[in-house]
């Protein structure tokens, strides 16, 4: 469902040029659960900005379900984040002045969608967050937190679930949590795309990349 | 809805921020607020007291007719008087119903020690030049009672009944002059031929007052009474009332640009602390854009901040100027020449509404440049490193 053929990101740092990815193919079928792994500046991140269309390859081709992406205009590629893609942030990245309600139904708003009040309320308590729909997000611990995201990036039925280090601010315990809960939605079919630093998470994904100095070797 | 409470929220992260931002607007919108009120209840008094005055013009000594409008409103001295004797060249004219002398002057009050305002007239004639005045007592009958105004009375305490010499001549106070709102309650009223004789000057004027029978020709009737009699001047009470409001219009050219002025310096506070705001939350911004909003989604987050920031100050910004408007009142009055009678700030809703909408497009305006910042933020500022 997503097709990179010949990916390269460049980045100008002053006049310098880094090369954050070199030539990436990768193929994403649907319902795959991937994990990539690398070192810290390898590429993890960039590579995620052009899955999730958030940002334009430097070269190379992005296709979503067969339609290549890579030279939409901004409006078009929105329409492709809030029908398609769920983010997941290694910060969480709640909204402090909102409850965990509001902040779920966010992308809803933002794709003028009519909110479901009682289909909400169903995915939060399947989430474990029953007696949190009315808290702020300071009033929840790391795991609550991600949680509340991770539903959030549920909310508009998307096809596929990017992860930028989803449980790098977690304990172990919670971690495990929060791997497990996107586990058994990608039983339910979900396309997961998870970057990680945790080798044990990684190495329980269908397919593992390893990602160094913006090439896979793995 | 939920766009509304992630504003207001948001406004609420930086709550000292906001707070004084909308302080500034508030304080601009409350200056603004009160001018316009002003302006528009000075206006507004000014046709009222037109429209009261019993006396369409008045009769003064050539060369100096604003001192004398002034003079009869104000209550000054200047040491030129017109003779008694033109009122028979006034009162043959066929239009008009009567003239009446009019002698202003100040005197030293034996009793309270001061030196008071003292307004000559033909108390016979009180009731036709004076109708909307009220009583606390009567009008004087005999030369030696007189009416005091209601501020004087107040200030030194007098009653009713109460004795008051001036040059040595005694008067019993027969009425006090209920509070008209305007400078008639700062003088003292005695029948004219007492003061003529007092200063010496038994067929001496300050003015004569002159009413007319039908007002629609009043023009005519003035330029015919200025060729008849030499060595006098006509104001009609709406020349001195236009020649207060040229007084007055300069002030408020003058207070307006202030107000004006000072909403811009606040509006540059919105639009400052909307850029801090905006540059602060660049990552939520990204992260709002990598979910599923749009630039003109986050434009219009950012745009409804920064007017609901001035709508809430200029709300407050109403509300300081009525709740201090007796305040601000009392201020301006001291401040002006000549005020007319009644409340000046009375609370007008549409005056409210057009400061409120004035106000909102100067924080739309401002609201403007750091909107189209935010919009301009890459989702990927959400995920880096
Ligand atoms: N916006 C940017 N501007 C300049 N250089 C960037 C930018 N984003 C990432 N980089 C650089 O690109 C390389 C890859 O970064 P990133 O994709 O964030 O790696 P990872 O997520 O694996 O740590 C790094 O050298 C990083 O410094
Ligand atoms: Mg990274």
């Known amino acids: 469902m997503i097709e990179l053929k010949g990916i390269e990101k460049t980045y100008l740092r002053g006049s310098e040029e880094v090369h954050a990815l070199k030539s990436i193919d990768l193929k994403v079928s649907k319902g795959e659960f991937i994990s990539i792994v690398g070192p810290s500046g390898s590429g993890k991140t960039s590579l995620l900005h052009v899955l999730g269309c958030l940002d334009r390859p430097s070269k190379g081709s992005l296709l979503i379900d067969g339609v290549a992406v890579e030279n939409m205009p901004e409006n078009k590629l929105v329409q492709i984040r809030r029908k398609k893609i769920g983010f997941v942030f290694q910060q969480f990245y709640l909204m402090p002045g909102l409850t965990v309600f509001d902040n779920i139904t966010l992308p809803l708003v933002f794709s003028r969608q009519t909110i479901d009040k009682g289909k909400i309320i169903r995915a939060i308590e399947l989430l474990g967050l029953k007696e949190r729909i009315e808290h702020y997000p300071k009033q929840l611990s790391g795991g609550e937190m991600q949680r509340v995201a991770i539903a959030r990036a549920l909310v508009n039925e998307p096809e596929i679930i990017l992860a930028d280090e989803p449980t790098g601010n977690l304990d172990s315990e919670n971690s495990e949590k929060i791997f497990e809960l996107l586990k058994s939605l990608h039983k339910n079919n979900l396309t997961v795309v998870m970057v990680t630093h945790n080798n044990d998470l990684a190495s329980r994904a269908d397919r593992t990349l390893l990602l160094k100095d913006g090439k896979f070797i793995a | ?385």
């Open chain 2, 1 to 385: 809805m939920v766009f509304l409470k992630l504003a207001v929220a948001n406004l609420r992260r930086h709550g000292t921020r906001s707070l004084l931002t909308a302080l500034g607007i508030a304080t601009s919108v409350a200056v603004l607020f009160s001018i316009l009120s002003f302006n528009k209840g000075f206006s507004k008094g000014l046709a009222r007291e037109l429209q009261r005055t019993g006396i369409h013009f008045m009769v003064v000594p050539s060369g100096c007719p604003h001192e004398v409008a002034s003079l009869v409103l104000h209550g000054s001295v200047i040491p030129k008087f017109l003779n008694t004797s033109v009122m028979e060249n006034i009162v043959a004219m066929k239009d008009v119903d009567f003239a009446t002398p009019i002698l202003v002057t100040q005197l030293p009050n034996a009793e309270k020690f001061r030196v008071d305002l003292v307004y000559g007239m033909e108390m016979s004639r009180l009731a036709a030049v004076k109708p909307y005045w009220e009583f606390d007592g009567k009008i004087p009958s005999t030369g030696n009672e007189l009416i005091v105004g209601s501020e004087i009375a107040s200030h030194n305490n007098l009653k009713k009944g109460d004795v008051l010499t001036y040059s040595g001549v005694s008067f019993k106070v027969s009425g006090i002059l209920k509070k008209t709102g305007s400078q008639d309650d700062a003088f003292i009223y005695m029948p004219v031929e007492t003061l003529q004789t007092i200063l010496k000057k038994p067929s001496g004027a300050t003015a004569i007052g002159v009413k007319v029978k039908t007002p629609e020709t009043l023009a005519k009737t003035t330029d015919e009474l200025a060729e008849i009699v030499p060595g006098i001047q006509v104001v009609t009470m709406n020349q001195v009332m236009s020649s207060i409001s040229n007084l007055a219009a300069s002030g408020k050219v003058l207070s307006l640009s202030i107000a004006i002025i000072t909403i811009l310096v606040s509006a540059v506070g919105v639009m400052n602390s909307m850029l801090m705001a905006v540059f602060e939350r660049t990552q939520e911004i990204g992260m709002m854009r990598a979910i599923g909003a749009s630039r003109a989604d986050i434009f219009r987050i950012i745009l409804k901040e920064a007017l609901i920031l001035t709508l809430f100050g200029g709300l407050s910004g109403i509300v300081f100027a009525v709740a201090g408007s007796d305040i601000i009142e009392k201020f301006v009055r001291r401040a002006m020449p000549y005020i007319p009678s009644g409340s000046m700030v009375d609370f007008d809703p549409v005056l409210a509404a057009a400061s409120l909408v004035f106000v909102s497009e100067v924080g739309i305006v401002s609201g403007l440049y750091p909107s189209w910042k935010a919009a301009k933020i890459s989702p990927i500022e959400a995920i880096k490193g």
